[in-house]
């Protein structure tokens, strides 16, 4: 049996709104990636941070849905030594 390989990034950011304040309880998901992702989102926390696990090196785009609005970002993970996942930001502003 094989060990699960290691995530090659976490994508970390924060979710506020058009005025600046942040977003508490907003979904971030996968939009696309390099891999399937399917259902793999997270949310916010009070003071709207959020944390997404990248499986695979390569480019992803996040997509956030609250009541303020939509917001989406493009990052780009690049492959990390198996101890260490990569941490890659991200910040949405909704508008």
Known sequence: MNA???PAGVIRGTVRDAAGAPVAGARVAFADG???LPGLAAVTDGEGRFAL???AAGAYTLLCRADGGT???RVHVT???AARPEDVR???RLG
């Open 79 to 81: 492959a990390a030594p």
């Open 71 to 73: 917001a989406t970002a």
């Open 90 to 92: 991200a910040d949405l």
């Open 4 to 6: 699960p390989s290691a």
């Open 53 to 55: 696990t990248a499986p």
């Open 34 to 36: 390099p891999v399937p």
